[in-house]
């Protein structure tokens, strides 16, 4: 019997001689459960499916880059006879390229409709002016190969006519590319920045 209080008094003496930066065992208070917030988690999916840019403003700047299409389509002719099936991709712009083609002048009236209309308009926002000069632009830059062609004359045989055959199909490949590229971007309300074009087009707005 008298080896009950020996144990008694032996961890009374262990409990006291425990450090004081230890926790006491005893006295732990249990914590309450974590509440989880869905403010901030809300919050961040609202700001993520919310586009800033209007509707209105991305069909003006998507609808713009047609402009530049149109007029690079001839640049395709080569690879058109040679892939015939990759002629047939564009058969779907063929009832609106005819009636782009029907209006005289159909290349400067929309040149013109485009940089008087939409650019030099303040009216509009500054996406959509900057999307039109950008496509206004690239538009002028294909017509420059024209140009040079005429001064030229690299004739149909030869090196000379090997190297408008390689270079035409260099701009067609670009200027489609350009197109897809920009189209997608004003679909989404992203700003296209397309080389030797965006610099250009961002020092006339």
């Known amino acids: 019997m008298a080896a009950?209080?020996?144990l008694r008094l032996s961890a009374t003496a262990n409990l006291s001689s425990r450090s004081p930066l230890l926790p006491?065992?005893?006295?732990?208070?249990?914590?309450?459960p974590r509440k989880w917030s869905t403010t901030a988690t809300t919050t961040t999916i609202t700001r993520m499916s919310y586009n800033p840019t209007p509707a209105t403003d991305?069909?003006?700047?998507?609808?713009?880059?047609?402009?530049?299409?149109?007029?690079?389509?001839?640049y395709g002719r080569f690879l058109f006879l040679q892939y015939p099936t990759l002629g047939s991709l564009f058969d779907p712009?063929?009832?609106?390229?005819?009636?782009?083609?029907?209006?005289?002048?159909?290349?400067?009236?929309?040149?013109?409709?485009?940089y008087l209309g939409v650019v030099r308009n303040p009216?509009?926002?500054?996406?959509?002016?900057?999307?039109?000069?950008?496509?206004?632009?690239?538009?002028?830059?294909?017509?420059?190969?024209l140009l040079l062609q005429r001064v030229f004359s690299p004739?149909?045989?030869?090196l000379g006519f090997k190297v408008t055959v390689w270079f035409y199909n260099v701009l067609f490949v670009f200027s489609v590319l350009c197109f897809l590229?920009?189209?997608?971007?004003?679909?989404?309300g992203k700003t296209p920045y397309l080389p030797f074009v965006a610099d250009a087009a961002g020092r006339q707005i």
């Open 123 to 145: 009216s509009f926002s500054r996406y959509v002016r900057f999307n039109s000069m950008q496509a206004v632009t690239l538009d002028v830059l294909l017509v420059l190969p």
């Open 58 to 74: 991305r069909l003006i700047s998507a609808v713009a880059y047609t402009l530049p299409l149109f007029n690079s389509l001839q």
């Open 24 to 32: 006491d065992p005893f006295k732990l208070k249990r914590l309450p």
């Open 4 to 6: 009950i209080p020996l």
């Open 181 to 188: 590229y920009s189209v997608v971007c004003c679909v989404l």
């Open 93 to 114: 712009l063929v009832p609106l390229l005819s009636l782009y083609r029907s209006i005289p002048y159909s290349s400067f009236v929309a040149f013109f409709a485009l």
């Open 155 to 158: 004739g149909r045989t030869g």
